[in-house]
């Protein structure tokens, strides 16, 4: 008996992710340093974070992708788990000495940024509150956050806010 209601409940609860991952609702959120949310256009076709990028580096030519994540070298271990994102990739920009970044591993966002795609724009939206909550009281962590529909576009904080704006703009103009 206990099985069945096991086998039971399990059915159930992937039946129920599967719907969730479905969803594409669109926000859009600015950096973590407060920006209000606004209401963003949602795109016909959702962007896995490679083309976004290649949309993204032709506004803000100083990017140049560093790394795709897959799930055997994601630090972090949340590529495809339940709300976490579906796809990422990493980014340098040119305009970060190397100086500055030297002892930073490969796909930090303190090299540049990383862009990572999630099933629902609630997610990007919850993905993105978390990573401020986490470097608000570390400035060596701080970084600028942008969620655009289902996109979450990190940038490094070595960056001037002119230079992140950039990225706000090409983050906003995303397809």
């Known amino acids: 008996m206990n099985r069945t209601l096991t086998a039971a409940a399990t059915a159930v609860l992937l ?4 719907a969730c991952s479905s969803s594409n609702s669109s926000n859009s959120t600015g950096a973590s340093s407060n920006d209000k949310h606004s209401a963003a256009p949602a795109a016909s076709k959702p962007l896995d974070a490679g083309a976004a ?3 993204l580096a032709a506004k803000v030519p100083t990017a140049k992708l ?5 799930a055997a070298n994601d630090g972090n271990h949340l590529l495809g788990r339940p709300g976490q994102y579906t796809s990422k990739i990493t980014f340098t920009d040119t305009r970060i000495k190397a100086a500055d970044v030297k002892g930073l591993e490969k796909g930090d966002v ?3 940024g990383s862009i990572e ?3 629902t724009a609630a997610d990007a939206q919850t993905r993105a509150k978390y990573v ?3 470097t608000k009281s570390m400035p060596a962590l701080s970084e600028y ?3 655009h529909g289902t996109l979450l576009v990190r940038v490094s904080h070595l960056l001037t806010p002119a230079q ?3 990225y706000k703009t090409a983050a906003n103009g995303l397809t």
Request: proline content about 0%; charged content about 10%.
């Open 15 to 18: 039946a129920a992710l599967a």
């Open 66 to 70: 560093s790394g795709t994540v897959t």
């Open 110 to 112: 303190t090299r540049g």
């Open 164 to 166: 992140a704006a950039a």
């Open 145 to 147: 956050d942008y969620v």
């Open 117 to 119: 795609v999630f099933a």
């Open 53 to 55: 990028f290649t949309q």
């Open 132 to 134: 401020e909550a986490v």
